[in-house]
Structure formats: structure tokens, C-alpha cells
């Protein structure tokens, strides 16, 4: 069956890194546009970046543009959201998600950007 298992979240200081993985397995990856999105405490979820399938096309939010990169492995399956210069409004758990016949979605991961 299909899995998204997200990994690499946890505690940044204002200015820091995280990056983040995503596992993916039970479809063929290499042929599916790729998702980041979070969710923050009280707000609705929302797109953080998305990514063609062989990774010549990406996608993000306007405010994450210019500090977070999404990239892909396909001989992985794997897809990365690169967080550079953090800031305290990231604070949210960030899901990985694909669209094949129906949603999928990942368990998510928590990112507390705070000092």
C-alpha cells in the first residue's frame, strides 16, 4: 500500500536549518508530482512547495521563497524540503503528500522554530 513517512523535524533556533525527508513506497515515485505542506497550530493546512516529477518544475508558498528548497531522489523515492533561515511563524507540522488515484498523505512531522 502506499506510504509517505516523513522524518527530520524537531527544535531550530530562529535563523537555523532543518531539513526534511520524505519515504515514499507502494507506487511508482519516479511518476508523481511531489508536496510539502504544513500545518500550524489554529490555521488551515497549506501548500509549502511542490515538485514535478523528475524535479524540473517546483513550486512554493511566497513565504518560503528564497529560504526553503524542495528537491527529489527518484532512485530513493525520497523527497527533501531544504528550511534555511527559519523563522518562528514555520512553526507547524509538515506533511508530505501525493495525488495519485486519491490523496495520500504522511503522519507528519513537527517543526518548532523558537529560541
Known amino acids: 500500500q502506499v506510504q509517505l513517512v516523513e522524518s527530520g523535524g524537531g527544535l531550530a533556533q530562529p535563523g537555523g536549518s532543518l531539513r526534511l525527508s520524505c519515504a515514499a513506497s507502494?507506487?511508482?515515485?519516479?511518476?508523481?508530482?511531489m508536496s510539502w505542506y504544513r500545518q500550524a497550530p489554529g490555521k488551515e493546512r497549506e501548500l509549502v512547495a511542490r515538485i514535478s516529477r523528475y524535479g524540473g518544475s517546483t513550486n512554493y508558498a511566497d513565504s518560503v521563497k528564497g529560504r526553503f528548497t524542495i528537491s527529489r531522489d527518484n532512485a530513493k523515492n525520497t523527497v527533501y524540503l531544504q528550511m534555511n533561515s527559519l523563522k518562528s511563524e514555520d512553526t507547524a507540522v509538515y506533511y508530505c503528500?501525493?495525488?495519485?488515484?486519491?490523496?495520500?498523505w504522511g503522519n507528519g512531522t513537527l517543526v518548532t522554530v523558537s529560541s
Open positions: 507502494g507506487f511508482t515515485f519516479s511518476r508523481n508530482e
Open positions: 503528500y501525493a495525488h495519485l488515484v486519491m490523496d495520500y
